[in-house]
């Protein structure tokens, strides 16, 4: 469970509420039942949850995305996002990724990379 600040859109209230992963974008307001919509801010600074896809994209650290291992930085935070359930933070990345596309063209096949989560042996090196 974590801590997600909403701020409702009728009485411009910010709640912080206790809530289980996948968050929801949207939840009604404590106060006056309107929509209060999810708020993000840095983590440890504010008091505020971070989004998903804007902390670590390591597969180590997200353990429950499938697929995360194998494909390149960009791609990480929308699977992280989409995974999630998080729809703010993965309009945002479709929309940044597409005009990366369109300024630089299609990404260099290089960035996909793959490993193995395997214990490391006694060298040091995983096998």
Known sequence: MILVDYRCD???????????TPVPPHRPCPRCGGDAHRRYGAAGLTGRATAPA?????????????????????????LIARHRGDTDTLAHEQQR?????????????????????????RSGVVS
């Open 97 to 121: 990724q597409r005009a990366e596309y369109e300024r630089s063209g299609p990404p260099d096949s290089g960035q996909i990379r793959g490993h193995s989560h395997s214990a490391p042996t």
């Open 54 to 78: 804007a902390g670590s994209t390591a597969c180590v650290d997200n353990p429950d995305v499938p697929g995360l291992c194998h494909v390149g930085p960009a791609a990480k935070r929308t």
């Open 10 to 20: 009728a009485c411009a209230v910010t709640t912080e509420t206790l809530t289980c």
